[in-house]
C-alpha cells in the first residue's frame, strides 16, 4: 500500500470516527425538537417517528400558560447579562493587573487567587446563605447577581496567561507617550484580548444560564425563579402526565439565548483557538 494510499485511509477512518461522534452528539438535540413537535402519543411509539406527520406548534404556545417561563426567562437573563457583561469587565481588568502591571506581592496574590478554585462550593453553601439571609436578600437575585459582578477566577487566569504572549514593549512605548493605566486597557490591551473575552464570556453565560444549583438555594418564590427551576418544575409536573412534547418545547425554548450567543461570538471563538494555537 503506498503512502498517499494509507493517508486516505487514515483520513476516511477519522472521517467515520468523527461523524459517529457527531450524530451521538446531534441526535438527542433533534429528538429534543421532534419531540416538542408531536402529540403525546407518538413519544412513545414503535418504531420511533423522527418526524410527526402533523407538526403540534400548539405544544410552543402552550408553555406560556403552563408555568411561569417568561419571568423565568426574564430573570435567567437580568442575572446572566448583567454578570457576564460587568464581571468580564472587571475580570479583564484583573486580568490586565496580573499580567502587564508591577504591584507588591503580585504572585502571592495571584497563587491567594487560584488557590479559591479548590475549595468545594458546598462547604460554601451554608456560610453564603447566612450572610445572604441576614441581608435579606433571600429570594431575591441579589445573591445570584452581586458575587459574580468581581470577576470569574477562571476567566481571570485564562485572560492573564493570554495576556502574557503580549509584548510588554507595547506597554511600555504607551507610558511613556503619557497614557494613563485605564487607557493602556481600554486602547491597547482591550482590543488585543477580545477574541479571548469573548470564548470565556459565552462559556461564562451558558455556565450562569444553566445554573440550577444557586437558584434553588436562595429562590423560593415562582415569578422569581430562573429559567432552569421554571423547567424542572415542568418536569416534575407534567412528567407524571406524560406530557414530554410540552417539558421539550421549554427545553428548546430555553436553549435559544445560548444558541443566539453563540452564533454572535462564533467568530471571536474559532479566531481565539486559531490565534492560541499559533501562539503555542
Do not use: C
Not at 486516505?8 to 470516527?17: A, D, M, P, Y
Not at 413519544?43 to 410527526?52: E, G, M, N, R, S
Amino acid at each position: 500500500m503506498s503512502y498517499s494510499q494509507k493517508r486516505k485511509l487514515t483520513n476516511s477512518i477519522i472521517f467515520i470516527v468523527l461523524l459517529i461522534g457527531a450524530v451521538a452528539m446531534i441526535a438527542p438535540l433533534l429528538w429534543m425538537l421532534s419531540t416538542s413537535l408531536k402529540e403525546k402519543q407518538d413519544v412513545f411509539a414503535l418504531p420511533p417517528i423522527w418526524i410527526p406527520e402533523v407538526f403540534q406548534f400548539s405544544n410552543y404556545t402552550a408553555i406560556w400558560e403552563a408555568g411561569p417561563l417568561l419571568s423565568g426567562i426574564q430573570n435567567s437573563l437580568i442575572v446572566a447579562v448583567s454578570v457576564t457583561v460587568i464581571g468580564t469587565f472587571t475580570s479583564s481588568i484583573a486580568a490586565f493587573a496580573f499580567a502587564k502591571l508591577r504591584f507588591p506581592h503580585k504572585g502571592k496574590l495571584f497563587l491567594a487567587l487560584l488557590t479559591s478554585i479548590m475549595i468545594p462550593y458546598p462547604t460554601l453553601m451554608i456560610p453564603q446563605f447566612m450572610m445572604f439571609s441576614k441581608l435579606g436578600w433571600v429570594d431575591t437575585l441579589l445573591p445570584l447577581i452581586i458575587p459574580g459582578l468581581f470577576g470569574n477566577v477562571f476567566m481571570i487566569f485564562f485572560l492573564r496567561q493570554y495576556l502574557l504572549s503580549v509584548p510588554d514593549a507595547i506597554i511600555e512605548a504607551a507610558k511613556i507617550d503619557g497614557s494613563s493605566y485605564f487607557r493602556l486597557y481600554s486602547s491597547i490591551t482591550f482590543p488585543l484580548i477580545k477574541p479571548a473575552v469573548a470564548a470565556q464570556l459565552i462559556l461564562w453565560f451558558m455556565g450562569i444560564w444553566n445554573d440550577y444549583l444557586a437558584p434553588i438555594i436562595y429562590l423560593n418564590s415562582p415569578e422569581n425563579q430562573t429559567l432552569q427551576l421554571v423547567i424542572a418544575n415542568f418536569n416534575a409536573t407534567y412528567a407524571i402526565q406524560t406530557d414530554y412534547p410540552l417539558i421539550m418545547a421549554a427545553s428548546i425554548v430555553a436553549l435559544l439565548p445560548v444558541l443566539i450567543v453563540f452564533l454572535i461570538f462564533q467568530k471571536q471563538i474559532i479566531e481565539s483557538v486559531a490565534i492560541s494555537g499559533v501562539k503555542g
